[in-house]
């Protein structure tokens, strides 16, 4: 948390606009282990950063933003948050650690952040929209701490099987660019398309719970939003 807070403080220094955010660090069922800050290294680093860093940024794509011509922010996420499952009890995996799971809750993490941070957006009427990108299977090094047997399968079939790091930016780039999808946030993309996520992921009261969390364990306590006259609302646009 303190190197995304600091980098903040540094571009905002430079007085850039920032017109996209593209939320796409991660790591991927890597072993039992913690950030830093002590927060369990699939949800701190793949989720938590992203809201911290997107919160901490918000007044520079509202200033950014202009009615026709809305900064976007882009949070990749993954087709495994399909299978995730929110523990609001133990977001630390804790009590029971699966890399998977981990992993899995931490994707599910990013989407119902997504669409909650949509729906403050619209409700403050920023010119700002959130959007989710599903880079499909792509052949990166995030599977080094995979089963050794889907590694071997990778690098056999991995040329045809999985696409190219470019062929998986393709979505995360027209989600930032396309004016098909100009004012229009809360969206889940899967090869330039929108696509239903998880059905849970449209609970606007596991979408608030998660949000009221993630502001506790940052460190923000909605103070962010209290700065754009308003406390917002839960649920979807």
């Known amino acids: 948390m303190r190197s995304i807070r600091e980098f903040v403080q540094t571009f905002k220094m430079k007085k850039l606009p ?68 929110l523990n609001l009890d133990d977001l630390q995996s804790s009590t029971y650690y699966s890399a998977h799971a981990a992993y899995a809750q931490s994707k599910l993490a990013l989407v119902l952040f997504t669409y909650h941070l949509q729906a403050l957006l619209t409700a403050q009427g920023m010119p700002v ?30 040329w045809w099987v999985f696409k190219t790091p470019d062929e998986g930016a393709w979505t995360s780039v027209y989600a930032a660019v396309t004016p098909a999808l100009e004012g229009l946030g809360g969206r889940y993309l899967y090869n330039e398309k929108e696509t239903r996520s998880l059905e849970a992921t449209y609970d606007p009261e596991l979408q608030w719970q998660l949000w009221a969390r993630s502001c506790q364990l940052t460190g923000i306590a909605d103070v962010t939003w209290e700065t754009f006259s308003g406390s917002g609302l839960p649920g979807r646009a």
């Not at 959130?130 to 690098?155: E, M, N």
Request: a negative charge; zero cysteines; charged letters at 20%.
């Open 18 to 85: 920032l017109h996209v955010l593209v939320n796409n660090a991660g790591v991927m069922m890597v072993p039992q282990r913690t950030t830093e800050d002590g927060f369990e290294e699939h949800f701190g680093v793949n989720y938590l950063g992203h809201f911290l860093l997107t919160n901490l940024l918000l007044d520079t794509l509202r200033e950014s933003g202009a009615p026709g011509r809305s900064a976007r922010v882009v949070t990749v996420s993954s087709a495994t948050h399909y299978v995730g499952e």
């Open 129 to 158: 929209t959130a959007s989710v990108a599903d880079p499909g299977v792509v052949d990166t090094d995030l599977y080094r701490y995979v089963f050794w047997g889907t590694r071997l399968v990778k690098k056999l079939l991995g």
